[in-house]
């Protein structure tokens, strides 16, 4: 397996949330981190990155136009997992593109929730896949006036994973484990597992358990230095530490979820797809046409013969994040993934306690962060917001 490296399509940006040539978080540092989870819950963020020099100039254009006109351009994020393979799939496969008709598709490739949502608050994207967590903080943070959630994409695919000398959570006390962003999905995951297992573990890495921030790549690397002990990790990343690094599963997140907060055992939200409400309001076609192009993209996943589906995300992935995957890993990642529209709306309200308890967003009503109305439109179908907004 080579290293990623930055090997984008033409209108693609690949933004990856704290990248460098070293770790960005040596292990031990703390400074820095308090000040970011302060930023991340109370105020407004800046652009992960600079976007195509087109932007501005697209925003204004859109700004005069009438609402509900179709958008000169969608700037669409999504980020270099399997996990978000309705993304590489819709993109590569020209599914989106070919639903938004005129309208220009560009693309910018995240390592994680936090720094997408940045991108989105500050106008660099419209729409994006992503987490649920850094969703509900957006939505949280901004009084419900920044997003809305119109479909899930994926269900499943994270894993707690561990050296092999580490056997059960009482072997994790003064361990130092990774998750791929502070305040996205599975760093929250991550911090509600160790708190039912009676540890305490704070933001700014201290704690029973340190956690480490740390993109995903570096975990990779950190790992096999022995430099980490562990791991709360979305797929191709759980599979290659496991099948590459000598890594064992400790926990399955599948395991922790019994389908009684959305009737499907097994299944939890991993990735969503998320719109700018103030976008959504001024080209509500676009948005529909996206969402026909990601419905597309998922029947496309759950109807291809493995071998077809493997290549094609493989070679998606090149494009997103610079390297394919080995045969074992992308297999063992795809066994462990659902591809849904359903966003699971039931489990919510358990995501924003654990984000709360976490300390990485607040306790507030999300009544409305769900938008179905379209999704609905496109499928046929009832998808359930769980009261929790509009279907």
């Known amino acids: 397996m080579t290293t990623p490296q930055d090997n984008s399509p033409q209108n693609s940006t690949r933004i990856v949330a704290g990248q460098s040539a070293t770790p960005k978080r040596p292990l031990g540092l703390k400074i820095g981190i308090v000040a970011g989870i302060l930023a991340l819950i109370g105020g407004g963020v800046a652009v992960a990155s600079a976007v195509n020099s087109s932007s501005s100039s697209t925003a204004s254009a859109e700004a005069a136009a009438p609402a509900g006109n179709p958008a000169a351009e969608l700037k669409l994020g999504y980020f270099g997992n399997v996990t978000h393979a309705p993304a590489l799939v819709g993109v590569s496969q020209g599914y989106i593109a070919k639903e938004l008709g005129d309208t220009k598709l560009t693309t910018q490739v995240f390592n994680a929730g936090p720094a997408a949502i940045e ?19 957006s939505f949280v943070k901004s009084g419900g006036e920044s997003v809305n959630i119109i479909a899930g994409a994926a269900a499943g695919g994270a894993q707690l994973v561990v050296r092999p000398e580490i056997t059960s959570a009482a072997d994790l006390k003064g361990k130092t484990l990774a998750s791929p962003q502070l305040g996205g999905t599975q760093d929250v995951a991550l911090r509600a597992w160790l708190a039912t297992q009676g540890y305490k573990t704070n933001v700014d890495g201290s704690g029973d358990v340190a956690i480490n921030p740390t993109e995903n790549a570096q975990t990779l690397k950190l790992f096999q230095d022995g430099k980490l002990d562990g791991a709360w990790l979305p797929e191709p990343w759980a599979s290659r530490l496991v099948l590459t690094a000598g890594a064992k599963v400790l926990v399955d997140e599948k395991d ?76 063992r990642s795809l066994k462990n993934i659902v591809f849904t529209v359903d966003p ?22 999300i009544n409305g962060i769900f938008d179905l109305t379209a999704l609905n439109e496109v499928t046929g179908e009832k998808t359930s917001a769980a009261g929790l907004g509009k279907e």
Request: aromatic fraction near 6%; charge should be negative; charged fraction near 25%.
């Open 256 to 331: 922790l979820w019994d389908g009684s907060l959305s009737g499907k055992a097994g299944e939890f939200p991993t990735t969503i797809l998320i719109v700018s409400k103030t976008f959504a309001a001024e080209h509500p076609d676009t948005v529909k046409a996206l969402l026909k192009g990601h419905v597309k993209s998922v029947e496309w996943l759950n109807s291809a013969a493995a071998d077809e589906k493997a290549k094609v995300i493989n070679a998606a992935l090149k494009e997103a994040a610079g390297a394919e995957l080995k045969a074992d890993v992308i297999d």
């Open 344 to 365: 699971l709306a039931g489990t919510y309200p358990k995501l924003l306690k654990d984000g709360v308890e976490a300390g990485t967003t607040k306790q507030a009503d």
């Open 119 to 137: 991108a989105l608050n500050a106008g660099a994207i419209d729409a994006t896949y992503i987490g649920p967590n850094p969703a509900i903080n």
